[in-house]
């Protein structure tokens, strides 16, 4: 049974920081491309950052330099650093894992207000 649960998330007043995880299991972790996405209300779900099974990183223009994605591969994790933090970054984030089908968490809520 694959799962991803998310969870780190949480209030932070703007220029905070938080930490995203995202625990995998139940198929190979080390062989899926990992992804961070977010759907904030009234909006789409839109992509924020990705890392291939070989640890190259791809972000969205609106993190670049804010946000950083890691994995641990041993912890079967994926993790989303988030700094300087925005109340335009308030929205579920959701950890998905893709190769040749796509599993998604349920999500975790970021609100950045003061």
């Known amino acids: 049974q694959v799962q991803l649960v998310e969870s780190g998330g949480g209030l932070v007043q703007p220029g905070g920081s938080l930490r995203l995880s995202c625990a995998a299991s139940?198929?190979?972790?080390?062989?899926?491309?990992m992804g961070w996405f977010r759907q904030a209300p009234g909006k789409q779900r839109e992509f924020v950052a990705s890392?291939?099974?070989?640890?190259?990183?791809n972000y969205a223009h609106s993190v670049k330099g804010r946000f950083t994605i890691s994995r641990d591969n041993a912890k079967n994790t994926v993790y989303l650093q988030m700094n300087s933090l925005k109340s335009d970054d308030t929205a579920i984030y959701y950890c998905?894992?893709?190769?040749?089908?796509?599993?998604w968490g349920q999500g975790t809520q970021v609100t950045v207000s003061s």
């Open positions: 890392i291939t099974p070989g640890g190259t990183t």
């Open positions: 139940g198929f190979t972790f080390s062989n899926y491309a």
């Open positions: 998905n894992a893709q190769r040749s089908i796509v599993y």
